[in-house]
């Protein structure tokens, strides 16, 4: 059982409409840390995608986007392309726990 | 460019100490960053283990606490991980990762390929 909450699965068609993974956590975590959103694709190193809620690493598509609202956060991917397979996975610092927490993780199917 | 690489045993026995080493490459160890261990059991998601920092202020998962120690070590650039006592539940593929903490902005912005261990007699 992770900390943060995320969807098992998200699809949709290459190009078509926007896909949105949903982060759900608490006070003691999302609530007043900053979301960091990896995409993992198995069998290679995870990268980081978005981080403090909404920035994006040097080399990083604009297609991909974060908001973050109250204990809640999101993770956006306009024009899906196939290369977007991939299990994207929501962390956060939890001043509870002192530690990193991460959520289960939402696989990504590019129909 | 920095690049990590874990390596050591493949294969640990039950009860027995898991050791596994990053090497890192192209960056000091020494720098202002945290070194960290992360793992994924098979068909599981991302736990975070425990990050490190060269002066040796740490912060471990409190659910793996009590058996972690992480090390770094500057004159070889690398970083080390020893989890005891080891179960069959900490089979899972381990990634080392460069990162931050509390209220640093960034996350774990680079990782190493992650390197299998099972646990098994």
């Known amino acids: 059982q992770s900390v943060l909450t995320q969807p098992p699965s998200a699809s949709g068609t290459p190009g078509g409409q926007r896909v949105t993974i949903s982060c759900s956590g608490s006070t003691s975590n999302v609530g007043r840390n900053n979301v960091n959103w990896y995409q993992h694709l198995p069998g290679t190193a995870p990268k980081l995608l978005i981080f403090?809620?909404?920035q994006r690493p040097s080399g990083v598509p604009n297609r991909f986007s974060g908001s973050k609202s109250g204990t809640s956060a999101s993770l956006a991917i306009s024009g899906l392309q196939s290369e977007d397979e991939a299990d994207y996975y929501c962390?956060?610092?939890?001043?509870?726990?002192?530690?990193?927490?991460f959520g289960g993780g939402t696989k990504v199917t590019v129909l | 460019q920095v690049q990590l690489k874990e390596s050591g045993p493949g294969l640990v026995k039950p009860s027995e100490t898991l050791s596994l080493t990053c090497t890192v490459s192209?960056?000091?160890?020494?720098?202002?960053?945290?070194w960290a261990w992360i793992r994924q059991a098979p068909g599981k998601g991302l736990e975070w283990i425990g990050s490190m920092h060269h002066s040796g202020t740490n912060y471990y998962n409190p659910s793996l606490m009590s058996r972690v120690t992480i090390s770094v070590d500057t004159s070889r650039n690398q970083f080390s991980l020893q989890l005891t006592s080891v179960i069959a539940a900490d089979t899972a593929v381990y990634f080392c990762?460069?990162?931050?903490?509390?209220?640093?902005?960034?996350?774990?912005?680079?990782w190493g390929r992650g390197t299998l261990v099972t646990v098994s007699s």
């Open positions: 990762a460069r990162g931050v903490v509390r209220g640093v902005p960034g996350g774990f912005d680079s």
């Open positions: 962390a956060s610092w939890d001043d509870s726990l002192n530690g990193w927490v």
């Open positions: 192209d960056y000091s160890v020494s720098s202002t960053y945290y």
């Open positions: 403090r809620n909404n």
